[in-house]
Structure formats: C-alpha cells, structure tokens
C-alpha cells in the first residue's frame, strides 16, 4: 500500500483485493505467498482493473520489488525492558541503597562523589534532600577538574548509569585518590548495562536493525548508536509505511530494538510485514545481570537487576 502511495496511485486495502475493481472479472491480480510451516498460506497481493494500464503496471513493479526481497528469515527482537522513570524512581531498590550509602558518608563528613549522568531523573531523586558535599562526575575526563579531599572522598554510583561507564571512573578515583572509599558494588544497578548489552547483541548478529520510534528522554540509552557500532545497517522508523525492499535485501537476519516512544502495535505490525516475505523465526532476546550476594561457598543470586 504504502510503495503504490509512494508513487501517486490512489491505493485502498480491501479484505478481498478484487472489491477494489469495478467487476471482479475484469480484474487482475498480482501474488506472492508460501506455505508456511502449519500450511497456511502467507503472503501479499495487489488487485487492479484490467483497464488501468498505470494501474497494472504499477501493481506488476510493486510486487515484483517486494517478492525480489523474498527468503526465509528470522527476527530478533531486543526485549530491553523499561529504562529509569520519575514514576518509578522512587521505589527503585537500587536508589534506596545508594541514598543509605550516601547518608553515611554525609555523616563521617566525606566529599561525595556521585557517578551519574546530569538530566537523569535518578540523579535527581538520588540527591533530593540531602544535605552533603557533593561532586557529580559524568566521565573519568571530569576527574582532574575537580578539587576534592584525599583524606576524605568517597564514592557512589547513580542508577542508571553504564557500569563499564562507572568502572572507568571509579578506577580514575582510585588511582588519583588511594583513599577513596566506595559504596559496596553488590548496590550496583545493571539495568542501563544489560539494556546496553542486549541491543549491542541484536545489532551484532543480524544483518540490518530497526530502530522503532526514537529516544528523546536523557533516561533513555540510545539505541541508534549503540547498534551503529555493531556495523549493521540501522534504520529508525515510526511507520511500517517507511520500510524499503532495498533495506532487506538479502538479510537473512533482522533485528528490531523497540523504544518507549513506539506506538505499541508498530512492533507487531512489522513482524506481520515481515512474515509476509517468507517464512520467519522470530526470537525474543534480553541479557541479564545476575548480583551474587554472599559467598560461603555456593553462588546465590540475588534479584536486584531487573
């Protein structure tokens, strides 16, 4: 529909392709379909009058472009889960540790620093009514900016935040201030991390990747670039109506990264797209840290990631 719209023609859905002309036996249909694995057809077609020469035409290039892409495929949907909210915040297990932790180090009178990313909604609650010397640091190139205390710095890390991001800095702290002392990493959060993780995972083993909606909140990882560093072909799209033949030409593997700004029905409605190409696998993918909280010699994990 949208490639016929494209091009000017005035094209309609219809729940039989031949109620689009004026007398069923003057119309001319154009298909492709399989079977699909349980022997339901699966496929697309386009009706025109026999007397519309554009029409036909143009009914002909369409589904000749489209079947071109034809194969068997698999998708490979990226399940991130929600990013931080102000919503949410408040209540997060991982917040509450972090403030206890930055209590403690206000009462011992130490200068904080707290690893976080500035507009992000836990860096806000993590700070909200507290009364301490506070340093925020968003990467290890801050550091030698910043004047603090040998004798009496510390650390936290915000929610939210890449741990290999905070790795980094917290390796900084140690070397620059041997002093420094941290919150227990068994209170950090993984969720920004195995977000990350897992659109880096997709991108990487497929062979285009589309981005549905786009991120426009500071809570939000951006997707576009994390996949773009895969070298996979990325395309972000609102509308299933913006996908080209030529984007899937020959990807065997398709990988599809969800956001919050998405209509809902868009990732349904193009694994429907989709699977009228061929027969296609679709795969759920989510990596997940697990937080081992005690060692007596058995690993438990605890439930601290979401």
Known sequence: MASLRRTGHNAVRASRPFEVCADAQNGVLFAASYLDRDGRAVGFCIAAHASDKVGLQAARETVNSWSAVWRTRRAVVASTGPGCRDDEGHSCQHLMTARAE????????????VIGQHGHSMLAALLDDLAADVVVIGSDDHIGHQRLDPDRVSYVVQPGVLIEDAARVIATLRALYPRVRGAHPDGLCYAASDRAATVRAVAASCDATFILGEVTHPD???????????????????????????????????????????SPSLEHELLDLFSGLGPLSIARRRLIT???????GHRVAAPLSP
Do not use: C, N
């Open 290 to 296: 697990d937080v081992l909280t005690s060692w007596d």
């Open 102 to 113: 930055m209590r403690v180090f206000a009462e011992r009178g130490d200068q904080i620093v």
């Open 220 to 262: 939000i990882l951006d997707p576009f670039r994390l996949a773009a560093a895969e070298e996979t072909q990325v395309h972000v799209i609102d509308d299933t109506a913006q996908v080209r033949p030529a984007w899937i030409a020959g990807a065997a593997s398709i990988g599809i990264v969800p956001t919050p700004s998405a």
